[in-house]
């Protein structure tokens, strides 16, 4: 791989493309060039051991607004790092790690970097197994972060009995040897009392979460009567 005109790009897709580590190092090193770039795109593409050379190049890269790493087993140390990471990018907008193994030690870990992100809009977390620990620190963490107006939390089992189904159905994607089990004895209570914190929500998707009706009745009590954006079911 050339990155010789890394200063010049502007969007870079490099998604599905099993990237080995000596390209990802040698493309991490060189995102601190790439003033001009505002949207990365790493679906399916990184490596495990890649994970702590890229988060270290993104740190440098000033101008991303929009980052895509859904599908690379993520897991909760690795989620945590970009956390760390990320809230030095001033302008991010949108993190989308959409299919990765994110459990609910690193959704808290990550909530509780949110009130550095300066411009964060959307943080996407679907297909993963935060539970409800790790759904109840990002709502309540939420608010330190006012521009944050949109967080996907679809699929995560966020419920209070888990059926032995569900967890087969988290990781759909992975192999059942990379599955993570959500948490063993998610607390529902936790996760209600830190709806009507998420003030500054415009958009909270929990749709396929194996809900019962009453829980969902009990969170869009929490959420407010009237109160617009939470969504408990899948737009297809």
């Known amino acids: 791989m050339q990155f010789s005109a890394c200063h010049a790009l502007q969007s870079l897709d490099l998604s599905s493309n099993h ?4 390209a990802v190092d040698r493309l991490a090193r060189r995102l601190c060039c790439a003033t001009a770039l505002h949207t990365l795109r790493l679906q399916w593409s990184v490596r495990a051991n890649s994970m702590h050379s890229l988060a270290e190049g993104l740190r440098k890269c000033s101008g991303l607004t929009s980052l895509t790493l859904g599908f690379n087993l993520v897991n909760n140390d690795r989620f945590a ?53 790790g759904a109840a620190a990002l709502l309540q963490h939420s608010a330190e972060c006012p521009t944050l107006t949109a967080l996907d939390l679809s699929s995560n089992v966020l419920c209070s009995i888990i059926p032995a189904h569900v967890a087969s159905a988290v990781h759909r994607f992975f192999s059942p040897r990379l599955l993570e089990l959500p948490d063993p004895t998610p607390d529902f209570e936790v996760l209600l009392a830190t709806a009507a914190h998420a003030t500054a929500l415009r958009r909270l998707d929990l749709a396929d979460n194996r809900m019962t009706l009453s829980e969902i009745l009990s969170l869009a009590a929490r959420w407010g009567p009237g109160r617009p954006g939470l969504t408990f079911e899948s737009d297809a």
């Open 19 to 22: 990237l080995s580590s000596h």
């Open 81 to 133: 790092r970009y956390a760390l990471r990320l809230q030095h990018c001033r302008r991010v907008q949108l993190l989308d790690f959409t299919g990765n193994l994110i459990r609910s030690a690193g959704a808290q870990a990550f909530a509780r970097c949110l009130q550095h992100f300066a411009a964060l809009q959307q943080l996407l977390l679907p297909h993963n197994a935060v539970g409800c620990q």
